[in-house]
């Protein structure tokens, strides 16, 4: 418990001068994300260890340099990726037709999210508090639903601990709690019925993001992605939802801007 709080403490010291302050230090945030948060993905292959040495520092490079270029660019870039994936297994047998469809995944994946990340926080930085708020806020009423009212299963093959009952109270507290924080601090830049939308989808989509990965630690025989933050596992065990939600409003932002 004492390294758990300890390394929450060191995350926390890390993100929020981050958030707060922008600039290279927001840029570094990302980075290290791509970089750790793709290592404990690419993690999921069953025969990374056997990899040619510069095939993981290639993929990483892949998505800093489709966010580095201008934007209309990005497209034609990633397609490019693909084909680069693709072609791999072509050249070498110790990496995988699986393996490139593991690292396209993530190079979509992980720019997306970047990129995702990167437009709320120049739209309006309070949009990431809110995010923030909203995703830990229903995972946290998530779990107290269910340690106190949880008693049919919500998903056994995926996470046995998880309950109908826990999944219901995390959604109906995180709707509630995003939509009022929202209400006080976001009213200048976010409508109320942007608000209420995007409060009840992210405290689903969370949810979601929360099982998603989930199932990929069970199909890979895994219980944390690694164990790069003691007592919290990887980088990705404690984004999951994060990353979804990001996705999911960057989303909602665009369709509204229609």
Request: charged share 10%; aromatic share 16%.
């Amino acid at each position: 418990m004492k390294t758990r709080f300890v390394t929450a403490l060191l995350i926390m010291a890390f993100i929020i001068p981050a958030l707060l302050c922008g600039g290279w230090l927001l840029k570094a945030l990302i980075a290290f994300i791509i970089i750790f948060g793709g290592s404990d993905f690419l993690s999921l292959s069953e025969t990374r260890q056997k990899w040619p040495v510069f095939i993981k520092p290639a993929l990483i490079a892949c998505v800093f340099v489709i966010l580095l270029i201008p934007e209309a660019l990005s497209l034609p870039m990633i397609g490019g990726c693909i084909l680069l994936c693709l072609s791999a297994p072509v050249f070498t047998e110790h990496f995988t037709v699986k393996d490139s469809f593991l690292g396209i995944t993530y190079i979509v994946f992980f720019y997306m999210t970047a990129i995702s990340f990167l437009h709320i926080y120049e739209a309006d930085p309070l949009y990431i508090w809110y995010i923030i708020f909203a995703t830990y806020l229903c995972d946290t009423a998530a779990y107290f639903s269910g340690y106190f009212f949880g008693k049919h299963k919500l998903n056994p093959r995926i996470s046995p601990k998880k309950t109908v009952e826990g999944s219901i109270g995390g959604w109906i507290f995180g709707t509630i709690g995003s939509f009022l924080f929202g209400y006080y601090f976001l009213q200048a830049s976010m409508s109320l019925p942007m608000l209420a939308v995007s409060s009840a989808f992210l405290s689903v989509v969370g949810q979601i993001g929360d099982l998603a990965f989930s199932a990929m630690k069970r199909a890979s025989h895994i219980k944390d992605f690694s164990n790069f933050l003691p007592g919290h596992g990887g980088v990705l065990d404690r984004l999951d939802s994060l990353i979804f939600n990001f996705i999911c409003f960057n989303m909602i932002m665009a369709v509204i801007a229609l």
